[in-house]
Every structure is written in structure tokens, then in C-alpha cells.
């Protein structure tokens, strides 16, 4: 968390209905964007630069060897997908959450769409 603090992420995700964090010049984060505004949901872009990404991939990584997790494959960190100030997860998330039917109804308890 300190890291993200240092970005000041916090207050963006907070104060958003709809925020996408991702790496400068990712086009996943396009992806997501894309996705969201097709349902007329409008996301906040907050691109982080490399060291932020860099600092957070250490921090995962180390987390993971205390725990004794360290063999097993991990997704990427980023994009990053926040709606109504809850985390949702990367865009794989983002998609099931879509194909299951339950995108639009949290989209409209945050209050991004008005369908």
C-alpha cells in the first residue's frame, strides 16, 4: 500500500467511479477502456510509470517466496480495474464479470451508468 500511496492512487480510486490503472503505453489498458465505454460507463485512466511497476512486481514477488509460494505462475500486475472504489482485478476479471451478467448491475450500484 505504501507504493500506491507514493503514486497517489488512493484519492483517484476513491473519488472515481470507474478507474483503470495500468502500465504507460499498455494496450490492455485500451482493452478495458474499450469495454467499459461500449456500456457507456466512462473509466478514469491512471497510467503508472515503470518504476512504480517495477517496485510493485518486487513487492509481489517477495511476498510470494515468504509465503512459499514462489513456483507457481502468477498473472500480470497490471491493468488494474477499481469500480466504486472496490477492486474488481485485471481485464480477465473484467470479462468474466461481463460474461456472467454481473458488470452492468455493479456498474449502475457505483453509479457509472444509468441504464
Not at 62 to 73: P, S
Request: some cysteine; overall charge positive.
Amino acid at each position: 500500500m505504501v507504493a500506491i500511496k507514493e503514486e497517489g492512487l488512493i484519492p483517484i480510486v476513491e473519488r472515481s467511479m470507474v478507474v483503470i490503472v495500468g502500465r504507460r503505453g499498455c494496450h490492455i489498458n485500451y482493452v478495458a477502456q474499450r469495454l467499459l465505454k461500449k456500456l457507456k460507463a466512462y473509466p478514469t485512466m491512471h497510467e503508472v510509470s515503470e518504476e512504480f511497476v517495477v517496485r510493485m512486481t518486487f513487492m509481489r514477488i517477495l511476498g510470494r517466496t515468504l509465503r512459499g509460494d514462489d513456483k507457481i505462475l502468477a498473472a500480470p500486475l497490471f491493468p488494474v480495474i477499481f469500480i466504486g472504489g472496490k477492486l474488481v482485478g485485471g481485464l480477465d476479471r473484467l470479462i468474466a464479470i461481463h460474461v456472467t451478467g454481473k458488470l452492468i448491475p455493479m456498474l449502475k450500484e457505483a453509479g457509472a451508468i444509468w441504464l
